[in-house]
């Protein structure tokens, strides 16, 4: 019987591999492209359900939240779910030693005790449109590229206008398949949006680094929040006279539970892909610009992570910048060793083989040179980029210096020959405004060992005769001791002291210009962004101009070459589907990885000792009670699962929706093994990693006593 049941779940398994699919869909094409196959695995609804402007559908739950991430309603007052990492800089800006939300979690009692957000914005969608006709109308092949450009700019301008005509909606219109098509699409931003609870950082952010982009993985990465507008339901800017929002849909969410081989679909913003790119493209990312940042990042996180572990305020100042850091840092070397187990160059050189042989056929000659060109142009593009990037994650990569360049524009104005009162006194305010909250995270000692760090690097790696002259000066003089001048630099530097920026400030007169000139700090950055400003940006930006042509014009040809592929087009933080099923996967040989973690993986983990492993004693106790209540499944408290949906970053706090499109889930990331799947997807090893909404619940409603706000949802559960 075993031996039987075994059988037939190798059968099954290998079954769902072969299904298992790469893509992030166009929800307006469901229907046409995707329905039948998302219904042959396992999908109950239509893709009208799915998307439709007609009725009310799921694209109505679904917004951007804040500039990066997807959250979705579920309540008919407005609460919103996204990531606990998506919500991060919210409740980071709300801390403090005293009130420690980072740390504790925080929890509004009611209404009146959510938390506003100055700047957090809520997108819906209210319509997308095909606008390739218009948009591309009278361009042809004779003219230039800035020709074309101008002209595509002036149809895209006239598209929005007309499709926001007398409405408070906002239209933006994107590129798809590389500029060889157009949509529009027309938004309702949300301005008031507050902060509702979030789990303690041990729980939205179990593991931290250290499991990040990983399985298995025990992270409980939600936050919540609430919509508000004005008294007809609009978008209005924070008021208290605002109420929670009445959204056209919200998400109803089971609580069924999930099994191997259930139909899945991600619903939300994927940010960016290059799927299509040439082997040159891919291995630059590859041998020249991943080396370089995780080089530079992973030195400059060796100084942060130490601090950090040492000081409760340097640990709550630096939390989100180290998160984002490290963020990257970490992707990339996944997305490296990724195209390295992939062959990834050489799979997409055997392509290109393919591709130049196709292009020699007289009927395709028009591609012929094709390859060649991006040959050249990368040629050309290599070294700029390696320059480039020792400038960007190195030299800015210091605070102070980074700091010390925001005060070019007050530079400027103030040496300029009639210098205009208004203007000086309206940039010496935001000036004084970004001072106060860049100082409320800052710890010059940690920069200065990050400036030490990070200059010995660049100069050890970039080429000689890159380094600008006034650096190589400083350099030289203090003997290339890199302590000895990063010491010199903090000390004399008044961006070093917040003190000393606000008494400038307070006190700024136009000829003071003078004094910022001189400032060692700001003389660093200056040479470092005239180097970058003259010697690549605008030599990139031709470069990149010329491949934005090569690749648009290379889309289409691989699209002739594979006439009964189906495309997808690339991530461009536009709202798509990605459909597949829950299943593990084999990471490295002899390894089985399961489909889903559960509160035993917390319990094994935990380490008292270590910030990012501490078990609350409630939720131990919890643990030890098996209190789960209705989120428990036979005993145990599931935590996270895996699927082959092809996302990327954009699409944290996506709804994960099942085959009903009920919410079983949000979307958080990606298993480490699959990261190259922004480049090359693999169906063996590409997963996303899912908070089970179970453990969301449990934790909102058992561990955080926040029941009412379970109340406020729409629960279904079958039996
Ligand atoms: N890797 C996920 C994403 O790309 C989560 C990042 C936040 N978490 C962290 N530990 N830094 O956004
Ligand atoms: N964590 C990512 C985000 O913020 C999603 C993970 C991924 O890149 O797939 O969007």
Redesign the pocket.
Known sequence: MKKLLSLALIVLTTCFQARSDEGMWIPLFLGEFNEAQMQAMGMKITADDIYSVNHSSLKDAIVIFGGGCTGEVVSDQGLLLT?H?CG?RSIQKHSSIEHDYLTNGFWAKDKSEELTNPGLTVTFLIRMEEVTAIVLDSINTDMTEAERRMLINRHIKSIKEEATKDTHYKAVVKPFFLGNRYFLFVNEIFEDVRLVGAPPSNIG?F???T???MWPRHTG?FSIFRIYADKDNNPAKYSEDNVPYQPKKHLSISLDGINEGDFTFIFGYPGSTEEYIPSYAVDMTVNTINPIRISLRGKRLGVIKKYMNDSPEIRIQYAAKQ??I??GW??WIGENRGIKRLHGIEKKEAFEKEFQKWSSLTENQKYNSLLSAFKETYDELYPLKKNLYYVVEGGLGIELIKYANSFSSLVNISNSKDVSQDKLDKTVKRLKKSTSSYFKDYQPEVDKEVFAVLFKTYYENVDKDEVPEEIQKQITKYKENFILFADEVFKKSMFASKDKIIDFLDNYKASQYKKIKKDPAYKIASAFIKQYKTNYYTKIAKLNSKLDSLMRIYMKAQMEMQPNKLFYPDANFTLRIAYGNVMGYNPADAVTYNYFTTLEGIMEKEDPDIYDYVVEDKLKDLYNNKDYGIYGNNGKMQVCFIANNHTT?GN?GSPVLDANGNLIGIN???CWEGTMSDIMYDPDQSRNIMLDIRYCLFIIDKFAGAGHLVDEMTIVKSE
Request: proline share 0%; aromatic share 14%; charged share 35%.
């Open positions: 990531n990492h991060f952010k593991g931290g680094d499991d990040n982009w990465d998160a984002g490290s963020n970490k992707k970053g944290s958080f990331d990606r």
